[in-house]
């Protein structure tokens, strides 16, 4: 357990961040939770009060604040309602490491899980490949299926069922099996990129992590992509371990000397919106500070640099689909793109794009949520699958690891058939056509 004396996230903050707020509730009718609620406490205003009153000493970090912070999908759709600019990824990795600090959640399972993920498992990921490769032959091997046809799964507690039926496919092949080191430009070369495997996503996702590889070299640009990688510690900043995510962040810029490329590409909206603020997490640093500042000026979405660059058509029609666009939060309203994945999709002969109603409304994947916090996820789940359904689309495209698992979960759950892709794979697909 943590000790109770550990020094306080939200005191040592910035306190002008906390004032920020004017109180005007602009925010809440954006809330998926108050939207749910209709509770003050579980509002965005709600959150920042507590927040503050644990910055002026007016309230104890204690079991209700850390729910309450945990209750929040981290969604971030209040900070695009907020005239003021409240910074509220800010306020809220900060408020998450103060209920961490506080131990008030503490207890032995909780304790055991997060040490084995965030501290172990995450920290190499050497290690998530090994448990990836496992999971993957029981699966291939058919052992999967066999145990969910013996029943035995009946005896597991209700969560626990749930949880493995959500388990995702592991994928053949990681991404350094995939794609090579370097991957020259198609054409005239124009710039040099590095690209991130992530985590989740090389095991679950290798597929995309190719497509942006090609869709990069046709667009003139040399591709680096180290076989192993780090973690990029987003997972842990979110989940209130700020000093795990400060050391991965140190790894990445040592592997990724901004220096060396004109850009570094990720493509899980999770990871870049995390990614773009090294400086916040290392301004403390007098080694890596400076380093830091350049970094986040080259980190790119993948969407977001085709566009900057200038994206090459593709020549040959698609068969035609209907599309529909589901937006990542943290790529719509943690990065504020939103018109260039659209773009790309439009770009795409053959392809018809149709709007999601309430496209920007978080699915309930949000990190880890949908696990933690399932029954408020599948609420969420449940409505964007019903707008999705109403649009006729055959395809969802949408940028990021966690929203694709979780179309996929709720397709599957509601016998809806529906192709979830990355728009990268669409591009990729379109250019292999020609
Ligand atoms: S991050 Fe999302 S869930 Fe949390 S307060 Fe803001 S809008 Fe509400
Ligand atoms: S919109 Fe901004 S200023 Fe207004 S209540 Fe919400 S967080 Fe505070």
């Known amino acids: 357990m943590t000790p109770v004396s550990a020094p306080s996230h939200l005191k040592s903050l910035d306190y002008s961040v906390l004032q920020q707020c004017m ?56 900070m695009t309602a907020c005239p003021a600019g ?31 993920t965030l501290n172990w498992l995450f920290m190499d990921l050497a290690r998530l490949r090994f448990v990836g490769r496992l999971l993957g032959l029981y699966q291939r091997l058919g052992l999967e299926t066999l145990i969910r046809r013996s029943g035995v799964l009946r005896l597991l507690p209700r969560r626990l069922r749930e949880l493995e039926a959500i388990t995702p496919r592991i ?35 290798s597929d995309v992590n190719r497509d942006t590889v090609d869709v990069l070299a046709a667009n003139g640009c040399e591709v680096v992509m180290p076989p192993r990688q780090s973690c990029c510690g987003s997972l842990h900043a979110h989940n209130g371990e700020w000093e795990l995510a400060q050391q991965l962040a140190r790894k990445q810029i040592d592997q990724f000397p901004p220096d060396d490329f004109d850009a570094i590409i990720t493509n899980a909206g999770g990871c870049g919106s995390h990614l773009k603020h090294f400086l916040k997490l290392l301004e403390t640093d007098s080694i890596y500070r400076e380093r830091a500042a350049r970094w986040d000026g080259k980190v790119k979405d993948i969407q977001e640099w085709l566009m900057q660059i200038g994206l090459r058509s593709p020549a040959k029609p698609a068969p035609e689909q209907v599309v529909t666009y589901h937006e990542s939060c943290h790529l719509c309203h943690g990065q504020k793109i939103s018109a260039e994945p659209r773009a790309i999709l439009r770009s795409i002969p053959g392809l018809k794009l149709v709007e999601l109603p309430e496209s920007s409304w978080c699915c309930g994947s949000a990190g880890v949520y949908n696990l933690v916090q399932p029954e408020m996820a599948n609420q969420l789940l449940e409505r964007k699958i019903g707008h999705i ?42 250019y292999r056509r020609e």
């Open 23 to 78: 109180h005007c509730g602009l925010c809440l009718p954006t809330c998926p939770t108050y939207d749910a609620t209709k509770l003050e406490r579980n509002s965005p205003r709600g959150r920042i009060a507590l927040m503050r009153a644990i910055a002026d000493d007016r309230l104890e970090a204690g079991k209700t604040f850390a729910d309450e912070m945990y209750f929040c999908l981290g969604c971030l759709a209040c």
């Open 86 to 116: 409240v910074n509220y990824a800010e306020l809220f990795e900060h408020a998450r490491a103060e209920a961490e600090a506080s131990g008030a959640l503490a207890s032995p399972r909780r304790t055991l899980i997060r040490r084995f």
């Open 171 to 205: 994928q053949g092949r990681f991404s350094a099996s995939l794609i090579p080191e370097l991957t020259p430009a198609r054409g005239e070369k124009r710039y040099r990129v590095a690209v991130l495997s992530g985590c989740a996503q090389d095991l679950i996702f």
């Open 389 to 430: 359904r109403s649009t006729r689309a055959t395809v969802v495209a949408t940028g990021n690891p966690g929203c694709l698992l979780q179309l996929v979960n709720g397709a599957q759950q509601q016998g809806l058939s529906l192709r979830v892709v990355h728009p990268v794979t669409l591009l990729a697909e379109a």
